[in-house]
């Protein structure tokens, strides 16, 4: 498998950006009628690093994901957002478009940056490499596996070069081995110089990544 910080070396990820950073400082969010979801949160995110955001269901995880993407403002405390110029999003259920094959997925993010159709290609057939899609490039969306879907849109948010990567529950209802895929995918990723934060209940997942967020005891 190739490196993926020569996938996005190739695709000229993070050229002549600022070092990102995000800092949470007494961070927390009640909706209207409710009580606070979560206790208030010091916390700060750097590159390289993957953040597991864990707690039961109810307790804030994707409340704090929309707060991270600036979506949704906290209740109380402040997000401070440093040299964050993109932010990717990959959602618990994958969504793609069922014909398009699976090497257009990760071309039209590069197409949008205006590199020609030909370099796209070549750079997208790269990440695809990276993340153990290469033999499902011509394929349509609509025949992946979920893990296969999984990969394929954080390949798409790599293609994107994000800052921030956010990630909902990826390894839901995902067997051990396909779950096991898709923790490397999201290792690769951090790798490549990407904030990562993993909302998730799968312990294995956690254990995955570098630092724990506990949102509930």
């Known amino acids: 498998m190739l490196a993926l910080n020569e996938q996005r ?3 000229g ?9 995000v800092d949470l400082c007494d961070v927390r969010h009640k909706f209207a009628g409710g009580e606070f979801l979560f206790r208030p949160l010091n916390a700060t995110l750097l590159p390289g690093q993957r953040y597991a955001l864990t707690g039961a269901s109810g307790s804030g995880k994707s409340t704090l994901l929309s707060i991270l993407a600036g979506w949704l403002d906290p209740s109380e405390g402040t997000v401070l957002r440093h040299g964050l110029q993109s932010i990717g999003w990959v959602f618990q259920n994958p969504h793609g478009s069922a014909r398009r094959s699976v090497v257009d ?5 590069l197409l949008a940056t205006g590199a020609s159709r030909r370099h796209a290609e070549t750079q997208a057939r790269l990440v695809l490499e990276a993340f153990q899609l290469a033999h499902r490039a011509d394929d349509a969306f609509s025949v992946l596996s979920g ?26 209802q995902l ?5 096991e895929t898709v923790n490397t995918a999201l290792q690769l990723v951090s790798a490549g110089g990407s904030i990562v ?5 799968d ?3 956690a254990d995955a990544c570098d ?3 506990a949102l509930s005891e």
Do not use: N
């Not at 997925?105 to 993010?109: K, Q, R, Y």
């Not at 879907?149 to 994000?162: D, E, T």
């Not at 067997?175 to 779950?179: F, K, N, Q």
């Open 197 to 201: 934060v993993v909302a998730t209940h």
């Open 13 to 21: 990820a993070g050229a002549g950006r600022a070092r990102a950073q």
């Open 105 to 109: 997925h990760v071309v039209l993010p």
């Open 147 to 172: 893990g296969e879907a999984q990969r394929l849109m954080l390949a798409r948010a790599v293609a994107s070069s994000p800052d921030l990567l956010l990630v909902d529950e990826p390894t839901a």
């Open 203 to 205: 312990e294995r997942t």
């Open 211 to 213: 630092q724990t967020i």
């Open 175 to 179: 067997d051990m081995r396909t779950a």
């Open 9 to 11: 070396e190739a695709v």
